[in-house]
């Protein structure tokens, strides 16, 4: 491909949420017999998904689908307290791997239901996030996907109600600032939390984006068809390159592409994605990296998790007489990357 020039927007590619999620079921992996089982796909990427059934993952839509005792970890992408009820009755380990930004927004729902609130929430019909989310408080809740969805429900509400305004974790800005501001339109009392709950990290790669998309002759955002913030990226592009490409791997590629290419990664596509498709791209002038800021959050492992290898680790220290025999204190200073790369080795 005649590619001159790669512009790699940084931050991209792995969420601390995901790094979280996905260093937890290799962890599951690790400690019980295949097979482990896990409820919806842990990330919405369709090579991590494939590296774990590898590993004897079976990924299931249902936990009555789960066999009693048998392990079990609920996505990130959080899970309705239905789900979660059920999940602990059947008898098994079970990990929530849910994402600390996602378990702050079903905080924020159940306390306002709780408090008389009609809660919009912005979100995607049918989104794993969206549905677990939606059932914390399912009488207070309205899913709102437009403008016109605020005005629907103005219309409906008696005067007076008290409304707050949520919204998926994996939204662009662009998306959310629209029906934000008709939100504040329509319900001039409008109760909104302190801090967004837009993902700080959806957020950084979409900034990063938009400092390379507009230098770019196209743009390559790498990440699965079902994954919100990958589509968000593509939508991000949209609006400022005049080509924009969203491919799963570098054989997607088309053979046309020329000039200067942007290249970033939904938060759940892995850097050897990223890495394949530069390789794939081979630009004559080389590859820019674009720092726009650091990211160093930790998330660490599921609270469910770290009891069961601390019990563990405590065991085997007394037959083995070493101080960490699972490696438990690695989970730190270990990254998602590195944990699929051995995986695969």
Known sequence: ????RVLLASPRGFCAGVEKAIKALAWMVRVFEPPVYCYHEIVHNRHVVDQFRAQGVVFVDDVAQVPAGAPLMLSAHGSAPQVVQA???HGGVVVDAVCPLVTKVHHELKVRARKGYRVLYVGHEGHEEAVGTMAVAPDAVHLVQSEADVDAVAAALDPGTPVALLAQTTLSHDEWSGIMTRAHERFPELWMPNRSDLCFATTNRQAALKA???RSDA????GSVNSSNTRALEKVAG???RRVLRVNEADELPDDLTGTVGVTAGASAPDALVDAVVARLAPRHGVEEVHVTDEDEYFPPP???RDLLRALAGALALGLMAPDPVGAASDRHSSAAEVLATMAS
Do not use: D
């Open 303 to 305: 609270p469910e998790l």
């Open 212 to 214: 390379i998309a507009g």
């Open 87 to 89: 999940a602990r009755r």
């Open 219 to 222: 743009v390559v955002v790498i």
């Open 239 to 241: 609006g400022l390159c």
């Open 1 to 4: 491909m005649p590619v001159e």
